[in-house]
């Protein structure tokens, strides 16, 4: 049966919801030289307020929502499993259907449970098993309420990231923007080193094995991540063979100046090519894009002086989601979902140009055969923007954090008004 275009919005699970204590994040944030400009706490206290999140949502006319289950919350310690945390997602998952939202389920969204760090994290091979025993347990339990599942978000992150720290190493500096996440590159050498130090001891290893799912890593390393998607594909098609399984990834509109194509194409063949082979025969690919870069015989080059930019340093430039999304249907066949895109502004009226700009690129590749299934917009609420903190509002509703009262913005109506169309 084909399903109608999916529009609406996106969160992660330890952005909104508020005291996921036994996620590695809350462990990191918790440090004394922590990394983090505040902490995550009560963040939207989603967790509670889900049916007035989703009530809103739907009644812009949107009809998809996408959010995260919390692994830590399935699992607080290794082979538990928490029945009520499990069936708090099945309150979610109703509350989607009775509000005729399609829930888009995303199973790991950069956070993982603490006891996985202490058991080597995202650069050992146990994460495969473990990834795909929690998968399986999802899909038997909530399976029967779910259709798309996105097992990691964007799984080519920790190469970007690992090329950023090479940078570093060459002393070339690392510039905001470099990554389509919140990070802090405020901190002193001397608050890393013992931030290293601290975390070393929380997760009982050392200093340099804390390996989070957003740290640098090697190509070899990839294929770790690359293999605990498909170890958990293969788990959740043997207990619910209908939900239709896919991964995401992190994608920039590389735009090459003359003599910047070679530099060009290698950078889309490290963020997409390479994991390619891993997820070619995958139901869909979540592409997530926010920016575009414009490449030189060197790389990217340094951002327009008059460009406006995102409160995240990176240009605003929604024209980038549309030839994203036409690059990666020349070698991905399969259905294409947005599964985030966005702005972080003070100002809503630019959000709403920028959902119109992006869905009019959208609606460009499709006109041009390119099978795009779905458009969901990051983010439903103002969140924690991890390291980078609450300052940077990417939401369609405002949230006043003291009182946890909601403020629809009017983006979310232009973003519903394309359902209602
Ligand atoms: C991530 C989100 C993040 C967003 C905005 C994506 O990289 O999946 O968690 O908040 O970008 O930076």
Known sequence: MSQPFLLGAATAPYQVEGNNVNSDYWKMEHVKHSDFIEKSGEACDHYHRYKEDLALLAGSGCNAYRF??????????????????LSHYRDVLLCCHSLGLTPVVTLHHFSSPTW????????????????????????????????????????????????????????????????QVGTNSSLSLKTILLGMLEQGRVFHVSPF???????????????????AHRAAKAEIRRVAPDLRIGLTLSLFDYQPLP???ERAAQLWQEDFGFYLPFFRDDDFLGVQNYTRKIIDTKGAQEIAPDAALTQMGYETYPEALGHVLTKVAEDFHGDLIVTENGIATADDAARCVFIQKAIAGLRDAQSRGVSVRGYLHWSLLDNFEWQAGYAKTFGLIAVDRRTQTRYPKESLSTLGAFARA
């Not at 094995?209 to 293999?227: D, S």
């Open 68 to 85: 995260g289950i919390e692994w830590a919350r399935i699992e607080p310690e290794e082979g538990h499993i928490d029945r009520q945390a």
């Open 116 to 179: 996985l760090i202490g058991q080597g994290g995202w650069a050992k091979p146990y994460v495969v098993t473990a990834f795909a025993r929690y998968a399986r347990i999802v899909a038997e339990e909530l399976g029967d309420l779910m259709t798309y599942v996105c097992t990691i978000n964007e799984a080519n992150m920790g190469f970007q990231l690992g090329k950023i720290a090479q940078d570093m190493m060459k002393s070339k500096g690392k510039k905001e923007g470099d990554v």
């Open 209 to 227: 094995a804390v390996n989070t799912f957003l740290k640098p890593r090697n190509q070899a390393a990839e294929k770790i991540v690359m293999a």
């Open 259 to 261: 003599g910047g194509e």
